[in-house]
């Protein structure tokens, strides 16, 4: 029978299904392009594939006691002149002080059948970006020298510059292609905290029934603390 699902995809595209006619006490050999990855059903009916960035055959063959089948297969075209994201969203950075840098988030950017120009991540205000976690961070990413497909791992921090909550679209252009966007958002604080605490004396010499309960006020979560003593 032949095989269901898309004879098109985006670079990097997650979760594509593929489905062939499921026989009761038969199993299935599926074959892929080897830039992509089965995620779920191997061995079944259907499959759910995570794609490269390459063309090429999706094939099944079907296996019982008897033997294996002829195959049957479909052809898969990766879009070209097109620019995705792993991920449309970055989750929110953890709040920071203003003019102080977070730890550093990223997403990867994909595309296939590219003219070879820069492509270009950002700026956006209050975010700095980086090709690895520990490298150098601006305003503005070129990506460069990459053919005519990429795939390429993007860092950012946040980097606030004002107080209050910064939200955008970090852009992504370049290569050819149409852009696209990353959402993100931080939280930009400039506190303190102050700290009390209520002591609890020990009742006599030598005993262990004191307590320090200790609360904050002012600044913003998490919190860890110090303690010295005599």
Same mark, same amino acid.
């Given at each position: 029978?032949?095989? =269901?699902? &898309?004879?098109t995809?985006? !670079?990097?595209? @997650?979760?594509?299904?593929y489905?062939t ?12 392009? +080897?830039?992509a990855?089965?995620?779920a059903?191997?061995?079944?009916? +259907?499959i ?6 390459? =063309?090429?055959?999706? $094939? ?6 008897c033997?294996i089948s002829?195959?049957?297969a479909?052809?898969?075209?990766v879009s070209?002149?097109v %620019?995705?994201?792993?991920?449309g969203?970055?989750?929110q950075f953890?709040?920071?002080c203003v /003019?102080? %840098?977070s730890l550093?988030?990223?997403?990867t950017?994909?595309?296939v059948g590219?003219n ?6 950002? &700026? %956006?205000?209050? #975010?700095? #970006?980086?090709t690895?976690? /520990?490298?150098?961070y601006t ?5 460069s020298?990459?053919?005519s497909?990429?795939? @390429? /791992?993007v860092?950012?921090? #946040?980097? &606030? @510059?004002? %107080?209050?909550v910064t $939200?955008?679209?970090i ?5 050819g +292609?149409?852009g ?7 939280l930009?604080?400039n506190s303190? &905290? ?7 004396n020990?009742?006599c $010499?030598? +005993?262990?029934?004191g307590?320090?309960?200790v609360s ?6 998490s919190f860890t603390?110090?303690?010295a003593g !005599?």
């Amino acid at each position: 029978d032949a095989i =269901n699902g &898309p004879s098109t995809v985006l !670079p990097s595209e @997650q979760g594509v299904v593929y489905t062939t006619t499921g026989v009761s006490g038969v199993t299935y050999d599926w074959t892929i392009p +080897a830039s992509a990855t089965i995620v779920a059903g191997g061995g079944t009916s +259907a499959i759910t594939v995570n794609w490269g960035n390459s =063309n090429g055959m999706v $094939n099944a063959k079907a296996v019982n006691a008897c033997g294996i089948s002829g195959g049957t297969a479909i052809s898969v075209t990766v879009s070209s002149l097109v %620019l995705t994201t792993s991920s449309g969203i970055l989750s929110q950075f953890d709040s920071v002080c203003v /003019n102080s %840098l977070s730890l550093s988030k990223s997403f990867t950017v994909n595309g296939v059948g590219l003219n070879g120009t820069d492509i270009t991540i950002g &700026p %956006l205000g209050g #975010f700095k #970006f980086s090709t690895t976690s /520990n490298g150098t961070y601006t305003s503005e990413l070129n990506i460069s020298g990459y053919g005519s497909s990429v795939s @390429q /791992n993007v860092f950012v921090k #946040f980097n &606030p @510059q004002q %107080l209050g909550v910064t $939200n955008g679209s970090i852009s992504v252009t370049g290569g050819g +292609a149409s852009g696209t966007n990353v959402s993100v958002s931080g939280l930009a604080i400039n506190s303190s &905290p102050a700290i009390s605490g209520n002591v609890t004396n020990i009742t006599c $010499n030598n +005993a262990k029934n004191g307590t320090i309960d200790v609360s904050t006020t002012g600044g913003y979560n998490s919190f860890t603390y110090t303690w010295a003593g !005599p």
